[in-house]
C-alpha cells in the first residue's frame, strides 16, 4: 500500500525516506528494536535509583538555568502529598505550562524527594503505563513520529491474512493484523510474544518457499550416469593415502546423486584442508567414466593451476586441460573442447566464457562456491542440459545448521581432517606491529621456513587507516634485507600473479606480502608461519581460512594476528581464533555476528532475510515453516504465493532455472 493514503505531514513522510521505508508494509515492519516497561507505584515505595512514571500537579514555574551548551530546568511538583523536586534537561520550553497543570513525568528517582525526569508529557498516566515501543531513530525524529505513524498505518491499511486457517490453528498462531498491532502496542507481555512468534513464523515461511521452490526447480530430469563401480574402487586404492570415514561418505553420496535420473545440486563442505579436493576430483572421474565431459572451476587462476596440476599427477589417463584468463593457447584448448577432446577441463570464470561450447558437459564443480555468484554457478551449469553440479565450500557450519540454510540444495559434510595433519598456534598482537615478535620471524626465516604477511589494502587510502600491501612490502625489504620477497595481490595481472607464486612455491621467495588472494587452497607445505596485520579488519572464517595456509607442511604453523583496535568487542571476536582451530565452530560464531547473508553470499541472489527471526535459536518456528513451505508449494495455493511472493525477487525463483 502506498505511504500516500495515509496523509502524512512532509515532515514525517521525510521521516520515512530517511529510514528507508518505502510503503505502508515497510513501516508496519519497522519493528522496534527494544521495549521499555513503564511503571508506577505510591511514594513510600519508590527506592533510590529507580526508574519510574508518576503523575503529579505542577507546583512552581520552571527555571531554566544554562550550563555550558545545557539547558537545566528546575520545578516542583506535587505526588502523594509529597513535594518533588524534579530536573530535567534540555527541555526549556517546559516554563510554558501552567500552574496546577498535570503532568506524568518519567525518569530515576534520586533519593531525598529529588527526581531526575527523562520525558513528561499531558498525556493521561493510563496511556503511558505499560510496555513501550522503543524506535532506533536518527537525529531531528522523535519516538512518538514513528507510533503515531504506525497507528495510523494500522488503523489505515487492510491487513490480508493469506495463511491457511488451518496452520493458523495448528500452531496457535494469532492474525497477521493482531501481530502488527502488538509489536508496536503491545498489551501485554505474552501478547507481544505471540505477536514476534508470528511474524517471525511469516519470515522463516517466506524465505523457505523461495528456497524450496528453487529445490524443485533443480531437480530437473537428466540421464542417469553410468560407471563401473570396480573401476572407481581401484582409482581409490591406487591413492597416495586412505581416505577418512568421512571423506568416503560424501563421495558415496555424490556418486549416488550422479546415477539417480534426477540433477544433483549439492555442497560439499568441510574444514580448511579436510580433504574436499580428492572427492571432487573422483566424483570427475566417475564422470568421465560415464563419457561426460567435467568442468572444474576454481576462483583464482593459482588454483585452477594447482588443481590442473594434482588431477593431471592423479589420473594420468585422462585428457585434462586448463582454461585461465589470458593463457595463450586458450583459443586451441576452446577449440579442443567443443570437438570434445577432453574428459576434465580445470580453469577460472573463463570456463564460462561465451565462446566455450561444451558438447557434451556432465558435472560441474566449484571450488570455495563462496567466491562465486549464484549467477556464475548457472552460467556454467547452463552450459550443458542437466548437468550435475557439485560446490565446495571451506566455510562449513554444522549439519542441522546446514539443513535449514542451504533448504535448497543437498549438503555433504566432511567432519574433522585427515591424520597428521600440524594445526597451527595463533597469537593475538595488540599492536598493529610485528617489533613483539621480531625475533620469531627471523627464527622461522633463519630454519629455511617460508612466511606469509598479510595486508588488508593493497594500496595506501586516506579512509582506511590500514597497513597496504605495497609500503609493506617496500617496509619489508628494507627490514630483511638478506631474504628475497615477493609481493601478491588482486590488481597484478594473472601472468604476474603466476609468476610470483610459483617462485613462492618453488622457494626461490621467503616473504610473500600478499592480501587475501592466498585465502584460497594454495598449498605451499614449507610455509609455516603467517603475519596478519589489522586482523580486526577481516571475518573470522576469513583469517580461519588464511591461516589454514601455514598447516599444510612439515610443523606446526604460527599465525600472529596483529591489531591496534582497542575495542572489546573487536578482540573478544579474534580471540575466538587464538582458542579454537574448528571451522565449524568459527563459522557458527561468525554467522553469529555477521548474519547468514554474508556467510552463504544470498545477499545479492533474492532470498529474502530475516528482521526478528534468528535462524540458530529459533529451532522449533524453522521447522514448522519449512514443513508448510513443503506443502504450500505441493497445494500449489495461489492466494498463498501471492500473498508472500509479492516482495521477493522473481530472479530469486528464476535464476535456480536460467
Ligand atoms: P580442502 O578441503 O581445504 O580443499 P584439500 O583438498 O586441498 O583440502 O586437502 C588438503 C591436503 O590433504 C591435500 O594435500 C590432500 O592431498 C591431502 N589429503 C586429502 N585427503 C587425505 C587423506 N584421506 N589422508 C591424507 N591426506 C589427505
Ligand atoms: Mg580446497
Redesign the pocket.
Known sequence: MDLKELQLTPRRLAILKALDINDVEGLLRYYPYRYEENVTKAFKEWQKGDNLLFEGRLLSYPGTYRFGKRAITRFKVLYDEEVINVTIFNRPWIKNLKENATLVIKGRYDGQNNFTALNYTTHSLNEELGIKAVYSLKEGMRQSDIAKMVDKALKTAIIKDNLPQEFIERHGLISLEEAYRNIHFPTSKSALKKAIVRLKYDEFLRFYLVLESRRQVSLTPKEVKDFSMDKMATAIKNLP????LE?KKALGEILEDLKKPLTMTRLMQ?D???????IAALALYANSLSSYMGAFMAPTSVLAKQHYQSLSKLFPNLNIALLCGNKKDNGDIKKAISEGKYDIVVGTHALFSDDVYYPNLGLVVTDEQQRFGVKQRHKLKNKGQNVDLLMMS?TPIPRTLAASIYGDMEVSTIEGL??GRKGCDTYLIKENSIVSIIDKIKEALKAQRQVYFIAAAINKSEALNVKDAVHLYAALKDLFKTYRLGLLHGQMSEEEKDKVMEAFLNGDINILVATTVVEV?V?VVNATMMIVYDADRFGLSQLHQLR?RIQ?GYERGKCFLLTANKDAEALKRLKVLEKSNDGFYIAQEDLKLRGPGDIIGTRQSGIPSFILGDIMNDTLIVEAAKKDARELLKRRDEKVMDEYYREIDDKAILNAGD
Not at 593415502?241 to 577418512?244: I, Q, S, Y
Not at 580448511?272 to 580428492?278: D, H, N, R
Open positions: 593415502f586412505e581416505l577418512t571423506q568441510g580448511v584442508g579436510s580433504g574436499k579436493t580428492i571451506a585427515p591424520m587452497g598449498n589454514g599444510r
